[in-house]
């Protein structure tokens, strides 16, 4: 029973009929105030647990826990990113998540509370584009795996990036199909093993964020899951630039990428994951053979380029005082003709 596997305090909060923050502090259902607001914190003392996580109100309870095994980072992704839109006051309701299929788009389909569209395997870049150039003041935020965005779907990716529309992608890369068992995918090391490559992956990986940025997008940047406060901020840098931004977040899967790996220990991965990072501002004299396995961290691009979206409505609106100039130079010219006779 899901009952007897959780907390009875946190199973009664997920269970409560109403929205509120914690401590009372009355919240609408997308409420986006600080929980802490207005308590006066000076005498608080450290509690075994919170009765209800502070961020409760973002998410769908009535699915939680989530699915997501033990360790998965799939969880700090979806805590990043929902401390990332409370940080910034978003109301969800002005966001819509964009997901296409596998244990990376269960991140915000169907944990965060807002309009969720969970499309169909590497289409989620196409169905993004079509919601932000029919809803162009939405916040348009695509959440999805390296086998999601990557593999299937990389041509949208690459191209989107190309068009520089005014969308926010993050890429967890767990270098697997994580939910379908532990394929190879295109981000998979060279030389790892998993299901379909039992003798050893011989593919070179893409490094999504390089080839990403390549491709023109206005913001790039890669984090880990070690890195949560730095992804944080990053992600909120991605939703407030102009233009395709992009986040490539360093993940792990202990149990589809762990269990021909050796890699199942979510602490090791993650001291993996801290050890074997450096910051793109320390990379300065290493070759790429030094940098070899290694996880570049940091902010890759930032560049200011026309965005896909206001372009097309600038040309939209052009081409319509062209055509109401034209139109009524056209009933001149006849009006002059009726009256002079010709
Ligand atoms: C057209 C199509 N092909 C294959 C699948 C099977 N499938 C489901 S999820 C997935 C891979 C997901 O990998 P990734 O995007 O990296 O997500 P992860 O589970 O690793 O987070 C595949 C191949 C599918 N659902 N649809
Ligand atoms: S299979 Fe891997 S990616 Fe999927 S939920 Fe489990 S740990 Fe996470
Ligand atoms: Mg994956």
Not at 164 to 189: A, E, K, R
Not at 202 to 227: L, M, N, Q
Request: a negative charge; glycine letters at 8%; proline letters at 5%.
């Amino acid at each position: 029973m899901l009952k007897d596997l959780i907390d009875p305090e946190y199973f009664e909060a997920l269970s409560s009929e109403t929205d509120q923050a914690p401590d009372g502090a009355t919240t609408p259902s997308y409420g986006i105030q600080d929980p802490l607001q207005g308590l006066d914190l000076t005498d608080v003392q450290p509690r075994k647990a919170p009765a209800k996580h502070p961020l409760l109100h973002y998410l769908r309870r009535e699915i939680l826990p989530t699915t997501f095994c033990t360790g998965c980072g799939g969880g700090t992704v979806l805590n990043t990113f929902t401390n990332a839109i409370n940080e910034m006051r978003i109301d969800p309701r002005e966001i819509v998540c964009v997901t296409g299929i596998g244990c990376a788009s269960w991140i915000p389909s169907p944990y965060f509370k807002c309009d969720t569209l969970h499309t169909t395997h590497g289409r989620a870049i196409a169905f993004a584009t079509g919601v932000k150039i029919m809803k162009p003041d939405m916040k348009v935020i695509v959440i999805a795996g390296d086998g999601d965005l990557a593999g299937i779907g990389g041509n949208h990716l690459i191209h989107a990036a190309r068009r520089n529309l005014d969308l926010t992608v993050l890429l967890v890369n767990n270098f697997i199909y994580g939910m379908t068992g532990g394929q190879v995918s295109p981000t998979t090391p060279f030389g790892t093993r998993t299901t379909t490559t039992p003798y050893t992956n011989v593919e070179h990986a893409f490094k999504i964020a390089d080839v990403v940025a390549a491709a023109g997008a206005s913001y790039v940047s890669r984090w880990t899951t070690y890195h949560a406060f730095q992804l944080m901020e990053s992600i909120q840098n991605a939703i407030n630039k102009d233009g395709f931004s992009f986040i490539e977040i360093i993940s792990q899967c202990p149990v589809s990428y762990g269990k021909m790996t050796g890699m199942s220990d979510p602490v090791k991965i993650l001291k993996h994951l801290r050890d074997q990072s450096i910051h793109v501002d320390e990379t300065g004299d290493l070759s790429e053979e030094e940098l070899e396995g290694r996880f570049v961290v940091g902010k890759l691009v930032e560049r200011r380029r026309s965005e896909l979206g206001s372009a097309l409505r600038e040309l939209n609106r052009q081409r319509q005082e062209q055509l109401s100039q034209q139109l009524s130079d056209g009933l001149r010219a006849d009006t002059s003709a009726m009256e002079t006779g010709r």
